[in-house]
Structures are given as C-alpha cells and as structure tokens.
C-alpha cells in the first residue's frame, strides 16, 4: 500500500517559516562574514601602516643628536681652514664615518647649481648657486636635515 504525504495546513506554514528562517539566516551569516573580511582588511592595513611609520620613526630617531654633531662638524671644517694639525683631520674623518653609518652625508652643492629652498639657504641673491659658505648641507636617509648655505646670483 503506497502512502502518500499529505500535508495540514499547519505543517505547510511551518515549512514555509523555516525555509524563510533558513534564508535570513543565510543572509546575516553572510553579512558577518563580508564584514569580517572588512575588518581582516582594515587590521592588515593598519599593520602596515604601522610598520612604515615605526620603520620611518627608527630611521629618524637619532636625527636630533646627529644634528648637534653637525655644529661640531662645523667647528672642525673651521679650524681645518687655518690649522694642519693631522690630528684635528683624523677626529674629523672619525666623525664623518660616524654620521654617514648612521646615513647622514654632506649634501653636494655646486656652483651654477639652482636654488632649491628645500636643500639651500640663501644668504644673497636669487637665482643660481655662486658659492658655498658658511656651512655644509647634511642629508639623512634621502631628506635634508640642514640646508647649505649658499650665495646666488639675482636673476633679471
């Protein structure tokens, strides 16, 4: 004898609840889940963005205490102008190495160069580099940490 599934009015309107249930269910779970990829997204990001500004940070850390050697750097520049001590030139070559393992270099500066205000500090004039004076311009990782000093010619 075949048995054949009927079904109450009651038993259909639960079905129908459970698939409606099962569908909202499907939906929130995927909701959660797009939103938790967001978030996963977001935290990498942030990560990273975190990791460049400590790497930047540990790069400049020593930037103040190097900028204070740069006066003594000056000061040896200006008794190698009168004095042939080979002492004075060998403390100078010393901290020269110093700066540059920590990547600060002179910043090269030439005659006919052009003023750039971002690497020069003009004492006269406008224009194009005449001289260097005064003081060397220091670089450190790619960014200027003091500008040369230099004379310019006055463009007309």
Do not use: C
Not at 5 to 15: G, H, P
Not at 37 to 52: L, T
């Amino acid at each position: 004898m075949k048995k054949t599934v009927r079904q109450t009015a009651s038993e259909a309107e639960k079905i129908e609840y459970l698939e409606k249930e099962l569908a909202r269910s499907k939906k929130n779970s995927q909701e959660y889940l797009d939103g938790w990829k967001r978030s996963k997204a977001d935290f990498i990001n942030m990560r990273k963005q975190y990791e460049a500004e400590r790497a930047e940070f540990v790069e400049y850390a020593e930037e103040n205490i190097l900028i204070e050697l740069l006066e003594l750097m000056d000061i040896f520049d200006e008794a190698l102008k009168t004095a042939t001590d080979k002492g004075i030139m060998q403390l100078r070559k010393k901290l020269l190495s110093i700066l540059n393992k920590h990547g600060v270099y002179i910043a090269e500066v030439s005659v006919g160069d052009i003023f750039d205000p971002q690497k020069h500090e003009a004492l006269k004039g406008e224009g194009t580099i005449i001289k260097e004076i005064a003081q060397n311009g220091y670089v450190m990782h790619q960014k200027v940490i003091r500008p040369s000093r230099v004379i310019v010619s006055k463009n007309y």
